[in-house]
């Protein structure tokens, strides 16, 4: 199946970075990270409900000792209305 547009999609995850000294935990911290695309591909993102750079979203993604998907939802392009009202014939 060809889509004309990509479709919008947005995840949530919790991201889980351990903090490190001389290769040992000394600490743990834990974010809530969202990713968005909307129909043109544009990116938004999200850390803990405030506004970030899609970059630094991304680096928690790949840098994190955990993450764990909470939710994805995709929406499918708002179909043109119709070249005549219904009824017309």
Known sequence: MIQDKPRSITRTW????????????????THTVTLSADHAGRLTAQMDG??????????????AARRTLL???????????????????
């Open 14 to 29: 919790t991201v889980t970075t351990a903090h490190e000294m001389d290769r040992v935990v000394v600490m743990t911290t």
């Open 50 to 63: 405030q506004p970030t750079t899609p970059q630094r979203a991304d680096y928690l993604l790949r840098t």
């Open 71 to 89: 939710s994805e939802t995709r929406t499918l392009p708002l179909l043109p209305a119709p070249a005549f009202p219904w009824g017309a014939a």
